[in-house]
């Protein structure tokens, strides 16, 4: 399996599994993490771990007892039976209660940054080695605009702030009168004379893309920026 494989195949595991475990979408996040701690290394591909999971005296299910390259840190690790299985057994890990800020957190970026500092790994710059991967990840993952998202097409959501309405993913922003009369009545025209969509306002989403580290949904009047690394411009 290919890194790009690796990070689709992921991400369509990873994302309805963060609706399900009541996570924001962070499943790049996560993904990003699972490279940094060795997404192809034989405690992955062998024994499904793909984020270095080890196994506490409270733990009952299956390990492995290994060793890193070095041969200078032997562990017992937990083992899984499939990508899946595997998946569902790092949920099951941040279940422990010093984990539980990560729900809060809306980005990837977010995510990485307290995920160490919550006690995966104290040491200084884990975050930011996490984050160095979301590049390739964001980039493998707009190969297929129709990834599973936070998004459900035909659902309806809410701005979470001021945002312009562009005629395509990243186009030019339209003009107060493109929009449909429902949009008019939640918008304003900006400072340029571009149609302004208000914070608070209830769209139901038509279609989604993703294009380099932005996540764009079409509502009726347009199209609008959902999320990009940073932010969650609606949820």
């Not at 399996?1 to 963060?18: G, V």
């Not at 209660?97 to 919550?118: H, M, Q, V």
């Not at 097409?153 to 809410?158: E, H, Q």
Request: charged letters at 20%.
């Amino acid at each position: 399996m290919t890194k790009t494989e690796y990070i689709k195949k992921m991400y369509s595991i990873l994302s309805p599994m963060c609706a399900q475990y009541g996570y924001h979408n962070v499943a790049a996040g996560m993904i990003a993490q699972s490279i940094q701690e060795g997404w192809n290394s034989g405690l992955a591909t062998k024994y499904y771990n793909y984020w270095g999971m080890k196994a506490g005296r409270g733990y009952a299910g299956k390990t492995v007892a290994m060793n890193n390259k070095a041969g200078n840190d032997p562990a017992v690790y937990r083992v899984y039976t499939s990508m899946a299985n595997g998946c569902e057994g790092y949920f099951i890990f941040l279940s422990y209660p010093r984990y539980a800020a990560l729900k809060n957190c809306k980005t990837d970026s977010e995510f990485l940054d307290k995920i160490g500092p919550c006690g995966w790994n104290p040491n200084k710059g884990y975050g930011d080695r996490c984050k160095s991967h979301l590049k390739e990840v964001y980039a493998a993952l707009g190969d297929n605009p129709q990834v599973e998202s936070q998004w459900v097409v035909g659902k309806t959501y809410t701005t979470q702030q001021d945002l312009n309405v562009r005629s395509s993913p990243n186009g030019n922003k339209l003009p107060f009168l493109a929009l449909t009369k429902d949009a008019q009545k939640h918008s304003f025209v900006g400072a340029d004379g571009t149609a302004v969509l208000k914070k608070g306002t209830r769209v139901t989403v038509k279609d989604i893309k993703t294009e380099g580290t932005c996540t764009w949904l079409k509502i009726p009047s347009g199209w609008i920026c959902g999320k990009n690394s940073k932010n969650v411009y609606v949820m």
